[in-house]
């Protein structure tokens, strides 16, 4: 692990809130620049409860774009994999 990599991955952080219900209803991804991410499509997919990474995936990738076009490929990957570990940790709770 490179000094980017840990970088990025304690800068990533990810928050899933619940309100009223075992799915979360909002998706934040917090520390990765000067703001939190909002992730709609992220939260939106896991109350969807249909567990289909690909799925998830794209919601991503879609939240990203929205929320971070100027990030590169590596920055995009990184914040993908932080993503899907938190969903995973969650899904094993």
Known sequence: MNSR?????FRALL??????GPSPRSAVLG?????PYEL????REL???T????????AIADDLAAV???ADAYERRMHTA????????LRTQ
């Open 68 to 70: 971070a076009p100027h």
């Open 51 to 58: 567990g289909a990474e690909a799925m998830l995936r794209k």
């Open 5 to 9: 990599d840990t970088l990025l991955l």
């Open 82 to 89: 932080t993503v899907l570990r938190a969903v995973q940790e």
């Open 47 to 49: 109350q969807s409860g």
């Open 40 to 43: 709609p499509l992220v939260a």
């Open 15 to 20: 928050a899933l809130v619940f309100r009223l």
């Open 31 to 35: 520390a990765a620049a000067p703001r």
